[in-house]
């Protein structure tokens, strides 16, 4: 859908306030009418953007990863190899989301819920994950690029829901991914360090 200017204002006034919202008291504090009294909109001018709170809130996931690979992508990645390097992103990217548990907690219960919408924001954050896990890995072969992005986004969600449904620590998804990014890298290094030799 198009949005006017001043609709697009409204509708980010929205997101803000379920992103307040879900921080302050998470998953179960964001109500339609507590955003809709935080965000000085009208009830239905909610639904005219969001089909429900799942939608809403993973919306708003899609716009916080957003800005948060922004950030990310402002510092270069650290390391002298490619895997120190995603390795260094995904550590900085775990530290924002131990930052803000509730928020982060209530984002992804969002996210996992069922439903078109969500499924669309789910391919935008998706999206959002692989280029910042691409950029980390820069000269590195394009299949295997590829590949690593691919699992170490499973990787990632399900350390995430784990975590989200009580069954893991927060911090232990910057400790399964960093496991599992050496794991996929190892091959690749080793190989590096065979060609430098020759």
């Known amino acids: 859908m198009t949005l006017t200017t001043s609709q697009e204002r409204r509708r980010q006034r929205v997101l803000q ?12 504090a ?3 009418r507590e955003v809709a009294a935080t965000a000085g909109v009208a009830l239905g001018t909610i639904y005219r953007y969001f089909t429900s709170k799942d939608h809403l809130l993973a919306a708003a996931m ?11 992508m402002q510092v270069a990645p650290r390391g002298s190899t490619a895997t120190d390097r995603l390795v260094d992103v995904l550590r900085r990217a775990c530290r924002n989301l131990e930052r803000q548990p509730r928020l982060t907690r209530a984002l992804i219960t969002a996210l996992s819920s069922p439903g078109e919408d969500v499924a669309a924001c789910q391919h935008e954050v998706e999206g959002l994950m692989r280029d910042l896990i691409a950029a ?3 000269g590195v072969d394009e299949d295997v690029c590829e590949g690593v992005t691919a699992v170490l986004r499973h990787v990632w969600y399900a350390t995430l829901l784990a975590w989200a449904n009580g069954r893991a620590d927060i911090t232990e998804i910057g400790d399964e991914l960093e496991r599992a990014a050496r794991l996929l890298l190892a091959a690749h290094e080793a190989a590096s360090v065979r060609a430098a030799a020759r």
């Open 17 to 28: 306030a379920a992103l307040e919202l879900a921080a302050e008291g998470g998953y179960e």
């Open 30 to 32: 964001v109500q339609m």
């Open 62 to 72: 899609a716009q916080w990863t957003g800005a948060l690979q922004a950030r990310l």
């Open 136 to 138: 980390a890995l820069t």
